[in-house]
């Protein structure tokens, strides 16, 4: 049982998992705190949820020579002893080193093999597999961290790398602890766990596969008879989606994909059948049918990609549930996807820029012909925001538009048929406005004629007409 921070196993749903795999309400524990030195604050706290319940608890200190036991008596301590084997976190690299150079990882196997629970987090979650990322190399790691700290500038403590170390082999995965946080140096891990992976990954040949498995903050993995099960304590570090598990690979296109298994179902599988999940899920992208098998869809199963085949964003492992038939907003495929210009077939249907609506993957799926199937429903006309009338499409938006429409067109020639067919002499007389009104319409005349020369004038001949300005009238002449 492992965490991905280094007191999760004092996490009570986390320690009472513990308790329960011995099958002892009282199970004898062995704390090993290399990584951290053989502290005694860490021995402190990483031991408090198991004195609390009265466990008897042995301490097995191999940091430095002096202390070290010999290899008959961490026989005694490692395998004869416990039922329970609690790692610190700390420095992995340092303990990985020292455990091979007096043996005891050898001893450990031995104990894991006769049943002894093994548990623990960051350090002791990442030392059960293959190989780990690890901050080892930071200047807070180090076996005198107080005084190192001290000799170093802000700048300097930013200065270091992660690193992938071997370790003890239990599990063939690479793992990432913390895999939603930031180092001290302000990287992302996930970010520099894929591009370790992809770097093996086409160092020993994608005939190959390395599998990565990233750890959250929060989030817990127990391995019991050769399966695995994930549990979760709530919300990410980040504030983004459930605390899980995530599987990492490198797929055809030498593209580091990360996703997101989903924790707290109460269902274990082996290593080999969440790597083939995980892979489905991929797939299940090009493929929207799939995605049909409840009412519920949690996203979690549907990666996001930017492009065609690129590894989800940073911090785009999200998990979130929607309901199908209570959804304020439904769920569209542009959420997750970029639009792609090209027709809608059952095979891309995801990538058509049309949303993706779950009515729309029902119809799809009830189509009787490919045709009705690829028909792709057309657009609703854009609302006009104004009527369209022959005395104003002069200073109508459309007017310089080119894809003006026919009807506007018609209308326009329309007008311009009217103003031939009246004659001069049968005009309305028109209304007597006042004087700003009609030189308003002079200079709107005037605007319009230098658009359209051809339009026929507002007034064919002569003077405009007389406007009476209290008794009298007078022309005003104002063009």
């Not at 502290?39 to 408090?48: A, I, P, Q, V």
């Not at 596969?209 to 099960?229: C, H, M, Q, R, T």
């Not at 996703?259 to 489905?280: K, Q």
């Amino acid at each position: 049982m492992t965490t991905g921070s280094g007191n999760g196993i004092h996490e009570p749903a986390f320690f009472a998992k513990i308790v329960a795999m011995t099958g002892k309400e009282k199970p004898k524990v062995v704390y090993i705190g290399t990584p951290f030195f053989d502290r005694e604050d860490k021995y402190e706290s990483g031991t408090k949820s198991f004195r609390a319940i009265g466990c008897r608890i042995k301490r097995l200190m191999v940091a430095k020579e002096c202390t070290t036991p010999s290899p008959e008596e961490m026989r005694r301590i490692i395998v004869d002893f416990p039922d329970v084997i609690v790692v610190s976190g700390g420095n992995s690299l340092f303990a990985m080193l020292r455990w091979q150079s007096i043996g005891l990882d050898l001893l450990i196997k031995e104990a894991a093999m006769k049943g002894v629970v093994l548990c623990g987090g960051s350090a002791g979650c990442g030392c059960w597999f293959d190989t780990m990322q690890t901050d080892s190399l930071k200047p807070e790691a180090c076996k005198l961290s107080e005084r190192v700290l001290t000799e170093l500038s802000a700048e300097e403590r930013l200065n270091w790398s992660f690193v992938r170390i071997s370790c003890m082999g239990y599990l063939n995965a690479f793992c990432v602890p913390h895999i939603d946080t930031k180092g001290t140096n302000e990287v992302a891990r996930v970010d520099i766990a894929k591009k370790m992976l992809l770097d093996a990954q086409l160092e020993s040949g994608m005939e190959h596969p390395i599998i990565g498995f990233g750890v959250d903050e929060l989030a817990g993995v127990v391995y019991e008879n050769g399966k695995l099960s994930i549990m979760s304590l709530g919300k990410r570090k980040n504030g983004i989606g459930e605390a899980t598990c995530h599987i990492l690979y490198v797929d055809q296109r030498r593209e580091v994909m990360c996703i997101p298994l989903t924790p707290n179902t109460g269902e274990a599988a082996t290593l080999e059948e969440l790597i083939e999940r995980a892979m489905r899920s991929v797939e299940a992208l090009q493929s929207p049918l799939d995605l049909i098998v409840s009412e519920e869809i949690s996203i979690s199963h549907a990666v996001h990609r930017r492009g065609v085949s690129r590894a989800i964003d940073d911090w785009g492992l999200i998990d979130a549930t929607v309901k199908a038939t209570e959804a304020d907003d439904p769920l569209v495929a542009d959420q997750l996807l970029p639009s792609h210009k090209h027709e809608r077939t059952p095979s891309n249907l995801l990538y058509s820029p049309a949303p993706l609506t779950i009515e729309r993957i029902t119809d799809d799926i009830n189509a009787t012909t490919l045709e009705e199937r690829c028909a792709a429903p057309s657009p609703p006309p854009p609302p006009h925001t104004h009527q369209r009338t022959p005395s104003n499409f002069q200073h109508s938006p459309a007017l310089h538009n080119i894809g003006r429409t026919s009807e506007d067109t018609s209308t326009m020639s329309s007008c311009r048929n009217d103003h031939e067919k009246v004659p001069v002499g049968e005009l309305p007389p028109p209304p007597a406005p006042s004087v700003g009104l009609f030189q308003s319409m002079m200079t709107a005349t005037a605007t319009a004629e230098q658009l359209n020369p051809n339009l026929p004038p507002l007034f064919p001949r002569g003077d405009p007409p007389a406007i009476k300005v209290g008794n009298s009238y007078s022309h005003t002449h104002t063009c």
